[in-house]
């Protein structure tokens, strides 16, 4: 019983989640780009979505630490796709 009832909510507060974030959507927002991981920059919102941005041009210095403006596409398992946009 016990165990049943927390899977529910831990099922519930996930959705909730991805609500809260599906919000975003279609919109661009600025990302500090904290890290490259596996072909792509990861980095945060002001709100702390995940964004994973594609698409960033070629820079000798790399992205760590910059803020971008990306445009979010659609969500991921644990944050959002975002491109790049200028």
Not at 11 to 17: K, T
Not at 24 to 41: A, P
Not at 78 to 83: C, E, K, P, Q
């Amino acid at each position: 019983m016990k165990k049943a009832r927390s899977h529910r909510l831990l099922a519930l507060n996930d959705e909730h989640g991805r609500l809260s974030v599906q919000q975003f959507l279609g919109e661009t927002v600025q990302v500090l780009i904290e890290q490259f991981r596996h072909d792509y920059w990861e980095g945060l919102t002001d709100n702390y979505l995940r964004v994973e941005i594609h698409a960033l041009p070629d820079r000798i210095q790399g992205w760590q630490h910059t803020l971008v403006n990306a445009h979010l596409t659609h969500l991921l398992d644990d944050g959002v796709y975002g491109i790049y946009a200028e």
